[in-house]
């Protein structure tokens, strides 16, 4: 069991940045995977960033490259998002999720967090 708890989430103006984090419990991770996905209203929940818990290695979707980086910090086993240079595009719920490998295909992903609100006003 893994339980997940995302935070940093806000209204912010357009250009503006925000980090996000999601802190990890229930168990060791090994081989696993993590990412951040978000649902906009009306629209369906699509894959934002995903890092692989031990290498560190990271995929970002096509419209966050250059502006969000994603990272983890195995010793508070918390994962961050921080997004820069925010559209208001970006305005969606933001769910970190866990996954038993590294992958972008949301239906791979096992656990999932609340979700934390995020909100670009132009």
């Known amino acids: 069991q893994v339980q997940l708890v995302e935070s940093g989430g806000g209204l912010v103006q357009a250009g503006g940045s925000l980090r996000l984090s999601c802190a990890a419990s229930?168990?060791?991770?090994?081989?696993?995977?993590m990412g951040w996905f978000r649902q906009a209203p009306g629209k369906e929940r699509e894959f934002v960033s995903t890092?692989?818990?031990?290498?560190?290695?990271?995929a970002y979707a096509d419209f966050v490259k250059g502006r969000f980086t994603i990272s983890r910090d195995n010793a508070k086993n918390t994962m961050y998002l921080q997004m820069n240079s925010l559209k208001p595009e970006d305005t969606a719920v933001y769910y970190c999720a866990h996954a038993p490998f590294f992958t972008r295909v949301a239906s791979a992903y096992d656990y999932w967090g609340q979700g934390t609100q995020v909100t670009v006003s132009s």
């Open positions: 890092i692989a818990w031990i290498t560190g290695y990271t």
């Open positions: 229930g168990r060791t991770f090994r081989s696993d995977g």
